[in-house]
């Protein structure tokens, strides 16, 4: 009987589904930030892939960004053609991911979100996001993310 968390075990079913080539990691309980699952795997900050969600008027908005970049919500407002961008807040991020803020995947929402991605992430062979739950992520490459996803690239500071 498997004892990893429901979450973890859709996003792995998901992940193969779209053709994902990438290893599930469990982090240990400490790395709840970008720069600590980035020592945790032994890679920079900046090939964390943070799954940061918005609200933008009722609608979510999923931004794939760098962990070594902040994302300005006014200019990415602006740069993706929407009134404004407002952090989540966890009721919105569970209803439209099915998933808690701190482990955001990129993938296996209930309904398709609206993503963009930040293409500082390309600099890096192999970047992690998280894998539907805080202490899950997994590896992926930039072009598997875009074709996972349907992203577009937008710069985000």
Request: glycine residues 8%; charged residues 20%; hydrophobic residues 45%.
């Amino acid at each position: 009987m498997s004892t990893e968390h429901a979450s973890i075990t859709s996003f792995r079913d998901e992940l193969t589904r779209r053709g994902g080539t990438g290893d599930v990691v469990i982090l240990p309980d400490s790395a709840h930030t970008a720069a600590l699952a980035a020592v945790a795997l032994g890679c920079e900050v900046g090939a964390i892939a943070n799954s940061l969600l918005f609200d933008s008027d009722g609608e979510p908005v999923l931004i794939l960004t760098s962990g070594a970049h902040r994302v300005d919500t006014k200019a990415v407002a602006e740069r993706i053609g929407v009134a404004r961008l407002k952090r989540a807040d966890p009721d919105f991020v569970r209803r439209h991911t099915g998933q808690v803020i701190g482990g955001v995947s990129p993938l296996d929402h209930p309904a398709p979100v609206r993503t963009w991605i930040d293409p500082w992430l390309r600099q890096h062979d192999v970047v992690w996001a998280a894998a539907g739950h805080p202490a899950a992520v997994f590896s992926s490459t930039y072009d598997e993310l875009l074709s996972m996803t349907g992203a577009v690239e937008v710069q985000v500071d």
